[in-house]
Nanobody
Framework: QVQLVESGGGVVQPGGSLRLSCAAS????????MDWYRQAPGNERGLVAS???????NYADSVQGRFTISRDNAKKLMYLQMATLKPEDTAVYYC????????????????WGQGTQVTVSS
């Protein structure tokens, strides 16, 4: 199967920076769109940023200009560089990947990581 593992979360002061990573492994033929989501206590999980396999990106309005999503297709890695962090960015951050498992089937499936906690607090 496919596994996604996030890393890089932690506690940071307002105005600080963090870089999250998401590593994909397992039975992977091709990875299409990859996304970062976040979920704060009491809130629904929401999209933070997306990146296609060709590098087209999209951001939520709340993080536009502060966060940068990127990926390394050869290494099956995705990153989220977060700058000028605010207390409202506090959440568990999840990565999601749309994966084609077998070359002989065009079927694709979404996989999720377990999440990494980001806490922005003074």
């Amino acid at each position: 199967q496919v596994q996604l593992v996030e890393s890089g979360g932690g506690v940071v002061q307002p105005g600080g920076s963090l870089r999250l990573s998401c590593a994909a492994s397992g039975r992977i033929f091709s990875i299409y769109t990859m996304d970062w989501y976040r979920q704060a206590p009491g809130n629904e999980r929401g999209l933070v940023a997306s990146i296609t396999s060709s590098g087209s990106v999209n951001y939520a309005d709340s993080v536009q200009g502060r966060f940068t999503i990127s990926r390394d297709n050869a290494k099956k890695l995705m990153y989220l560089q977060m700058a000028t962090l605010k207390p409202e960015d506090t959440a568990v951050y999840y990565c999601k990947a749309n994966v084609q498992t077998f070359p002989w089937s065009s079927s694709r499936k979404d996989y999720w990581g377990q999440g990494t906690q980001v806490t922005v607090s003074s």
